[in-house]
């Protein structure tokens, strides 16, 4: 199994006919992903020949759910608009949208984020790399070819931090790879993530990636603590930061000890969770652990 995108997953993207969508189309295409269409009201009727693979373009995504039976939307267009693309999914009765767009104003997040939990849609991001089931399905801008499947499941706010944590984890494998975003207000968040791998027969492992700012991540080690049984290891992004300064795509400001990636590790670590102080060490803690070598402060 894997979380929220697997094989069977029929993928739509809105904004594919521009030049970052149909770009990533035709490395999701590559990956397996079944992309059974594109959205844009002014060329709908057309098709998009991608790599031989012919993906004809919708005027609507619920005319592309209709005609196509998909379950998920990718979506690539700019800030402006992205609010009324994501409006639309959900109203369209879209179970997953995943928001590629950075710089989407805040207020718009909000608004439709609200909007598509009240209609069931779960949103993944925004400004996210999307998120990868190796081997059955990638809907974003994760690279395919970096990792492979296997038991770890990864839930993380940054992207480049999930690219490298799959590749440090190459030849472990990953159940499934989601990228929450590291703006402000996200659509799904770390829990959410760890409630679904919890629930996952094929996840054995959980790792968790946050970053300074906010308090997402006590909230998860709080809830790992109480729900979680499954090991978790995580990496905190930001312990070299000054305090008192917006840094990032977060757009996290650190005051005083709240926000820290120390005051961060220390929740998670009371939480039973191993915290790697760099990304290489996290990932020796997830080996240690899954070959059954694992003893506390030996990797930190």
Do not use: W
């Amino acid at each position: 199994m894997a979380i929220y995108l697997t094989e069977e997953s029929r993928v739509l993207v809105q904004g594919m006919t521009g030049a970052e969508g149909m770009r990533h189309t035709r490395r999701m295409l590559a990956a397996g992903t079944d992309v059974v269409g594109g959205v844009n009201p002014r060329k709908a009727g057309h098709t998009v020949t991608l790599d031989e693979r012919a993906v004809p373009v919708f005027g609507s995504v619920r005319e592309g759910i209709e005609r196509t039976g998909a379950d998920v939307t990718v979506v690539f267009v700019p800030p402006a608009f992205a609010k009324a693309a994501v409006l639309e999914a959900a109203d369209a009765g879209i179970g997953l949208a995943v928001v590629i767009t950075e710089g989407i104003p805040v207020h718009d997040t909000v608004a439709f984020t609200a909007y598509a939990r009240s209609r069931g849609t779960r949103i993944i991001g925004p400004n996210c790399p999307g998120l990868i089931s190796p081997g059955r399905s990638n809907a974003g801008i994760i690279p395919p070819d970096i990792t492979r499947p296997g038991p770890v499941g990864l839930v993380s706010k940054s992207g480049t931090l999930t690219y490298q944590l799959m590749h440090e984890l190459r030849d472990t494998g990953f159940s499934t790879c989601v990228g929450i975003g590291g703006d402000p207000v996200a659509g799904t968040s770390h829990i959410d993530c760890l409630a679904a791998f919890q629930d996952d027969p094929d996840t054995e492992l959980i790792v968790l990636i946050g970053e300074i700012g906010g308090d997402a991540e006590e909230r998860a080690a709080a809830y790992i603590r109480d729900h979680v049984t499954k090991p978790v290891v995580a990496y905190v992004a930001g312990f070299t930061a000054p305090e008192g300064r917006t840094m990032g795509h977060a757009g996290a400001i650190v005051s005083g000890s709240s926000g820290t990636a120390r005051a961060k590790k220390q929740a998670l670590e009371a939480a039973g969770v191993r915290v790697g102080a760099t990304p290489t060490r996290a990932a020796r803690h997830v080996l240690a652990v899954l070959g059954g070598t694992a003893h506390d402060g030996a990797l930190a």
